[in-house]
């Protein structure tokens, strides 16, 4: 087996370690003796998403994400195929915002990808600390580190998870990032997947659903010190 993961613009999102999440999906596939591939795609670089398992996102600044949007307007046909035929991408931050139908930042509206149903607007104060959340897809908090302008809606999408300390998606809310398909948009920065391990395999599951055609049982890890940073930030104290 086999899992191809596509990298989009590292050359331009790539805020807070984030790359981290693509180092642990490919980890947590070796380690279970399943083959697995980064193809990383820079600025102007056509993507192939029928050769793609898993797509990441990252975030950027507001210069970048403006960069970015017009390279994503190109192919925006075909990654809205490929996520409504499944494929799984987990978007951070920025590229959370940008599947969304726009940002609009203090000083202009940048134009999203509408993908998904939800918008965001520039505030004042930055939200910025430790965030836990109870979500879903875990069984236990996930945990991770918010630092956006941001205010997200996400309108009557489902929400990653529900806040439980922190801002999340607009500060108000109790909503924390969005889930559509197999589409996980987050601010959670840390990286969010190493801290997080059941976060991780439930999008490798769902690639591996989507590329096989059926539940594929995936090994069990020693999670051992995942789990002990991950209760450290739950249990912080801000």
């Known amino acids: 087996m086999k899992l191809t993961i596509g990298h ?9 370690g984030d790359r981290g999440n693509i180092q642990c999906f490919c980890k947590r596939l070796q380690w279970r ?16 998403f029928d050769t793609l398992d898993i797509v990441f996102l990252g975030g950027g600044s507001d210069r970048e994400q ?21 494929g799984v991408v987990l978007a951070v931050c920025g590229g959370y915002q940008l599947l969304g139908k726009y940002y609009q930042t203090d000083k202009k509206k940048i134009e999203g990808l509408s993908i998904l149903d939800i918008t965001s607007e520039w505030d004042q104060p ?22 956006h302008a941001g205010r997200t809606n996400i309108g009557s999408h489902m929400p990653f998870g529900t806040v439980v300390r922190g801002h ?22 840390g990286p969010l997947l190493p801290k997080n391990p059941e ?26 010190l995942e789990n002990k940073a991950n209760k450290v930030i739950a249990e912080r104290q801000e």
């Open 168 to 189: 999340g998606n607009n500060g108000t809310s109790s909503q924390e990032g969005v889930i559509y398909k197999n589409v996980v948009g987050t601010y959670l920065h």
């Open 66 to 86: 403006e960069i970015v949007c017009q390279y994503l307007k190109n192919i925006r046909e075909s990654f809205l195929n490929y996520i409504e035929n499944d």
């Open 199 to 224: 976060i991780c395999d439930y999008l490798l599951n769902c690639a591996l659903k989507r590329k096989y055609g059926e539940e594929i049982e995936l090994a069990p890890l020693d999670d051992t």
């Open 33 to 48: 003796g399943i083959d697995c591939e980064v193809i990383p795609y820079l600025s102007g670089d056509t993507v192939d």
């Open 8 to 16: 989009l613009y590292p050359d331009l999102l790539n805020l807070y």
């Open 126 to 147: 930055r939200l910025i600390g430790n965030i836990v959340l109870n979500s879903p897809l875990s069984s236990r908090s996930v945990v991770g580190f918010e630092n």
